[in-house]
């Protein structure tokens, strides 16, 4: 057992789940792993009340792993989340940790994706589910036995699940759950509907209250951009080509990453090497001293690769794939700023990741401010500008030692020296895209999503918006007040009548269609059908998504609203 993740072994966790830790890099359990975990693998239900970032989906995690049977191939721990980032989130964390546990499977349940492949991952027997209450409850409608192996239930954020209006679909799941299940409940507050439950729903619960931890890294200017997952590689070269770096080290997730993006990087002419658990030590030695010595301007490294490199001329960390946990974030960042130097922090962030980059900028108690990839003139002018840096040494003498034999040719070839000299240059920067409609064609595509932010922190362009909020308006004739510019106005096929609220229509939206509280406007809820204000970009794409939604058993129906 290596030293690392002793304080995990000494938790009584499965050897395959340490063996897992160990990989990631994790070395000490936070304190509500430490009180959690002993907890739960004892059998008892539990409350636990700490904010997200402080390590709390490994508290349930890591013991829940070490308990079930990967050789039953049905589902045995259910997970409850009342989004569909974070349900992403959770099931890429139990991945993460099963990896050591051949025949362990898990499947994310949730809105706005196919039916089908969730439905055979569930016949196939996956041990974990990981889902949204609403799509759970669709799936229940079909099977509605599908839960009856599960031996452990974690509610995650109960009292979000609460606030978007799941109270219903989660009595839905309590019924059709066999009794006897461990139940851990995790919350940030503990209202007394979240006591209600928890009174109702768990035997005799321990508790765990755990205070989030504000990290603050100074002399570091943090910034993300927002790009889809297969154009990373484009996206950093993009930004090195633009960045005033001295030496950088980028973070990835895996090993293969590590090798690829280095890969990449070496073929357009980086000082680059790699950095991963595979590399000898007297290897990785070698490439921490080119670092520090200027033989090697860039790294590209794993989390448990990077452990104790201190080189005082790292200027920038880029983050090239989110890191599991705050924690990780603040420790990556802080391999800048060393020696009293400012330090930059670029990090990379998909649409299926933004919350996690809300929950970094909770927990170290800074924004992280938006950015965007520099446009193609930028570009352009940064390669002219290395051009000349390189042509420049050569000027003073080239003249002498060459321009006899530039006579001759010009003469030779029937051009003049200026034709002749303007070939020989094409020639020189053959490929490396010297002209404006060139560095076009190269642009990452940006998710449309993504809109810079302002010193603010309100989106350009775009008023703050108001919390969601329902109107109690009632006749079809009566006048409305007009869209946000933006947005567009949509009906839903559901209304006061079908026992709707403004926060059942909410919380069906954003956790099927993924959107954040700020992306919808005015809801209005009226007898027999509400009006929703979405944002207009994307809004057909968006519909799509939510066509099979359902709220309160019934569906959403929620189209373009024409005013006749």
């Not at 349900?87 to 546990?101: G, I």
């Not at 439950?197 to 765990?208: F, G, M, S, T």
């Not at 993300?224 to 980028?250: C, N, P, S």
């Not at 983050?319 to 130097?341: C, F, L, Q, W």
Request: aromatic share 4%; hydrophobic share 40%.
């Amino acid at each position: 057992m290596t030293q690392e993740t002793g304080g995990f072994a000494a938790l009584g966790l499965h050897s395959s789940v340490v063996a897992a830790l160990t990989a990631v890099g994790y070395e000490e359990p936070s304190p509500i792993q430490a009180q959690a975990i002993p907890m739960i693998l004892a059998g008892h239900d539990m409350i636990g009340q700490a904010q997200t970032g402080t390590g709390k989906t490994a508290a349930f995690a890591l013991p829940i792993l070490s308990k079930i049977d990967p050789s039953k191939r049905e589902p045995q721990a259910l997970i409850l989340a009342p989004t569909r980032e974070l349900a992403l989130q959770v099931a890429t964390a139990f991945e993460t940790y099963s990896k050591q546990m051949p025949g362990l499977n898990v499947v994310a349940v949730y809105g706005g994706a196919p039916m089908g492949p969730q439905l055979k991952a569930l016949r196939m027997g996956a041990q974990v589910v990981v889902a949204t209450p609403g799509r759970l409850v669709d799936h229940l409608s079909r099977n509605g036995d599908l839960l009856k192996t599960v031996q452990f239930l974690v509610l995650d954020e109960a009292d979000e699940m609460l606030k978007l209006g799941f109270m219903d679909d989660l009595e839905v799941i309590f019924q059709a759950l066999p009794e006897s299940r461990q139940s851990v409940l995790f919350s940030a507050t503990l209202p007394a509907s979240i006591r209600a439950i928890a009174e109702k729903h768990l035997r005799e619960p321990k508790h765990v209250k755990i205070a989030a931890k504000t990290q603050t890294v100074a002399r570091i200017e943090q910034a993300h951009l927002m790009v889809h997952a297969d154009q990373k590689v484009a996206a950093v070269t993009r930004l090195l080509e633009v960045e005033d770096f001295d030496a950088l080290i980028g973070f990835v997730r895996t090993k293969q990453a590590t090798l690829d993006v280095a890969s990449a990087l070496e073929a357009r002419g980086y000082k680059v090497a790699p950095l991963n658990g595979d590399i000898a030590q007297n290897q990785r030695e070698r490439v921490i001293e080119s670092l520090k010595d200027g033989r090697l301007d860039i790294v590209i490294a794993t989390d448990v690769a990077a452990r104790g490199i201190d080189v005082p001329r790292i200027t920038h960390v880029l983050n090239i794939d989110m890191p599991y946990d705050p924690e990780s974030y603040v420790h990556r960042i802080g391999r800048t700023g060393r020696a009293g130097r400012e330090g930059r922090a670029l990090l990379l962030v998909t649409p299926r990741e933004r919350r996690m980059l809300q929950v970094i900028e909770r927990v170290t108690g800074q924004k992280v401010a938006e950015v965007r990839l520099p446009d193609a003139e930028t570009v352009l002018q940064a390669r002219i500008r290395r051009l000349s840096q390189k042509l420049q040494p050569l000027v003073a003498t080239a003249e002498a030692s060459h321009g006899e034999l530039l006579a001759k040719l010009a003469t030779d070839l029937e051009c003049s020296p200026q034709a002749l000299a303007a070939a020989l240059l094409a020639k020189l920067t053959e490929g490396q895209g010297l002209t404006l409609d060139a560095v076009r064609r190269e642009q990452p595509e940006v998710p449309s999503g993504s809109r810079e932010r302002s010193s603010s922190g309100e989106r350009s362009g775009e008023r703050r918006e108001r919390a969601p909020r329902a109107d109690g308006e009632g006749a079809r004739g009566r006048s409305m007040p007009p869209v946000a510019e933006g947005r567009a106005r949509c009906r839903a096929g559901v209304g006061a009548r079908d026992g709707i609220q403004a926060k059942n229509l909410l919380g069906a939206i954003l956790n099927e269609g993924g959107l954040s509280r700020e992306a919808l406007g005015r809801i209005q809820i009226r007898d027999t059908f509400s009006l929703v204000e979405l944002p207009e970009e994307g809004l057909d794409r968006l519909l799509a998504k939510l066509k099979d939604t359902r709220v309160a058993g019934k569906q959403l129906k929620l189209r373009r609203y024409r005013e006749d």
